[in-house]
């Protein structure tokens, strides 16, 4: 959204060198979905790399009990690390 703004700012002052533009449409739609989609791809990499190194993603809501603590309410997890299997 911040570089759509940017780009509206630009196209606002294009006049200043030489670009005159008679209208601006603003596609709200597009913009929020560029931006979810961006966000989408942001979340995927931070994910690839907590399991690359082995690190459990937990999708909860929580309280900072103290500087070491947070208690979650549902205690589901996403477990990123492999499971070793028992040798016989």
């Not at 979810?36 to 994910?47: F, M, P």
């Not at 082995?54 to 996403?78: F, M, Q």
Request: net charge positive; hydrophobic share 30%.
């Amino acid at each position: 959204m911040i570089k759509s703004i940017k780009i509206l700012e630009n196209i606002k002052n294009s006049s200043e060198y030489g670009i005159d533009v008679k209208k601006v449409n603003i596609n709200f739609k597009k913009i929020i979905n560029r931006s979810r989609k961006i966000v989408e791809e942001i979340s995927k990499g931070a994910e690839c790399i907590l399991k690359k190194n082995k690190i459990d993603i937990v999708y909860d809501t929580g309280v900072l009990k103290s500087n070491k603590t947070i208690e979650l309410k549902k205690k589901k997890k996403k477990n990123n690390a492999k499971k070793k299997k028992k040798k016989k």
